[in-house]
């Protein structure tokens, strides 16, 4: 099935958002709670990673040529309504679709000691090589969301010229690519609801994962309050990284963009109650054809709400648009 001309049109021009949705943090709210996307059931997979633990990936399948990889956010799954409701815009165009979760993102904790963040991009290359060696995607296009986003841009700008050949294009939405400064951002007091939410969830990972693990020391964990501290006492020292500022700096997508070098798509809305400033480089900043930036004025953290007959938002339709748009 082919969307109507008309209806791809509306992801053309700028997004317009909802007069009821008059608030950034109603626009990112909003669809976070409320948004319900009916569709068919993914069918799950789960691989091994080379070092013995797994990933589960949720397909939507209908002997397509063209595969989209869909990359979720932080705390976030397969069955978050941004992710499904992309997914249903790409199956309905003909696309198979496959939306993979993060190390214990899947309801289930994984094997290891280590987790999933914000630079684990070999998780990504563990994905993307799995569905080359199966050889039936002539083209395959990556679609990230938030960390997903930064996760896909690290990805591509490590890769460069080398990116697998099937890889054709991306699109990202809402990405933190100086996460430093995201995170301080986000930690400030209008934002309390998303940080705390967040600390939560993932203070609880740790906890369910010291269980199983007796050697993941939890002490300290009480006195947490901020998202930087978390990643200093856990996510840091855990993957690898001599403190926070090293995890953030290492791993931040902005320090990649000059290597991308397939058509890319950054979509960043200027009020986004989670970016930074530093999260809207120039075109003169980088300096790579490869890339197009649209930061609109509205949108919200991961909204782009769009109240149409067909269900989708604007999101849904602008990256549909742009990887359907012959280069």
């Known amino acids: 099935m082919n969307f109507e001309p008309h209806i791809l049109n509306q992801a053309t021009s700028l997004y317009k958002r909802p007069s009821i949705l008059f608030h950034a943090h109603l626009e990112t709210i909003y669809p976070a709670l409320l948004r319900k996307v009916d569709f068919i059931p993914y069918e799950r997979a789960r691989i091994t990673t080379p070092d013995q633990d797994f990933l589960d990936l949720d397909w939507l399948k209908q002997g397509s040529f063209r595969l989209v990889i869909l990359s979720h956010g932080l705390e976030g799954n397969t069955s978050r309504a941004y992710v ?185 809305a200027k009020n986004d109650p989670f970016l930074s400033k530093e999260c809207f480089p120039s075109y003169d900043a980088i300096q790579n054809p490869s890339l197009r930036m649209d930061y609109s004025e509205f949108g919200g953290h991961v909204g782009f709400t769009l109240f149409t007959q067909n269900g989708l938002y604007w999101s849904e339709l602008k990256a549909l648009a742009f990887i359907q748009t012959k280069t």
């Open 84 to 268: 499904r409701g992309m997914a249903k815009a790409f199956f309905l165009a003909g696309y198979d679709v496959m939306a993979w979760n993060y190390r214990g993102c899947s309801e289930e904790m994984n094997r290891n000691l280590r987790f999933y963040h914000s630079g684990a991009t070999d998780d990504l290359d563990v994905v993307i090589q799995y569905v080359n060696k199966k050889k039936v995607y002539s083209e395959i296009s990556l679609i990230g969301f938030s960390l997903g986003g930064n996760l896909t841009l690290k990805y591509l700008g490590e890769k460069g010229s080398q990116h697998p050949a099937s890889l054709k294009k991306a699109v990202v939405f809402s990405v933190p690519m100086d996460l430093h400064m995201s995170c301080l951002k986000i930690s400030t007091r209008s934002n309390w609801m998303y940080s705390k939410r967040f600390l939560l969830s993932l203070k609880r990972k740790v906890i369910q994962k010291s269980k199983l693990l007796p050697e993941l020391n939890t002490h300290g964990i009480d006195v947490i309050t901020n998202l930087m501290e978390f990643d200093d006492k856990f996510t840091a020292p855990i993957h690898g990284f001599k403190n926070a500022i090293d995890y953030y700096g290492k791993s931040s997508s902005i320090h990649f963009l000059h290597g991308i070098a397939i058509p890319t798509l950054i979509i960043n």
